[in-house]
């Protein structure tokens, strides 16, 4: 969309067009460069840290986790506290059965999943009836 403004395109035309793809490929060239540069980087360094750090990279996917979850029970508190239910419901489904502990974070994924779709499916019927 930045090459595309910058460009000064019309929006519907060819030009427009070619510019979002030109735009495209840069940004997905300049990620992949940047993403093998710092495996590179970061596959020599790593080992050269102290245990503490490294021990610490466990806690990076669930600091993602949870911020995205904050950003999401910030727009609809609603939504927040459901997936919150859903997501020690389905962890604690997961320790009595005895299904492997990996696979209680997709299935955590999952439950939030439905219980958004859920939440915005009945708004969106509850619009459609007030209309």
Known sequence: MMAQ???????GTHEHEVMGTIGTCCSVIVSASMITLFTLIGSQVIPHLPTFVTGSFTYILPALFGAVY????????????????AG?????LV??????????????VIAGILVSRTFYVAD???DGAAK
């Not at 403004?5 to 929006?11: I, W």
């Not at 020690?88 to 604690?92: N, P």
């Not at 009595?96 to 955590?108: E, M, P, Q, R, Y």
Request: glycine share 12%; aromatic share 6%; charged share 25%.
């Open 88 to 92: 020690l419901l389905v962890i604690f």
């Open 70 to 85: 904050v950003e999401m029970a910030k727009k609809d508190p609603r939504t927040g506290i459901g997936t919150l239910v």
């Open 124 to 126: 969106k019927k509850k």
């Open 5 to 11: 403004k910058m460009a000064g395109t019309e929006e």
């Open 95 to 108: 320790a009595k059965s005895g299904i492997s502990a990996g696979f209680s974070t997709l299935f955590v």
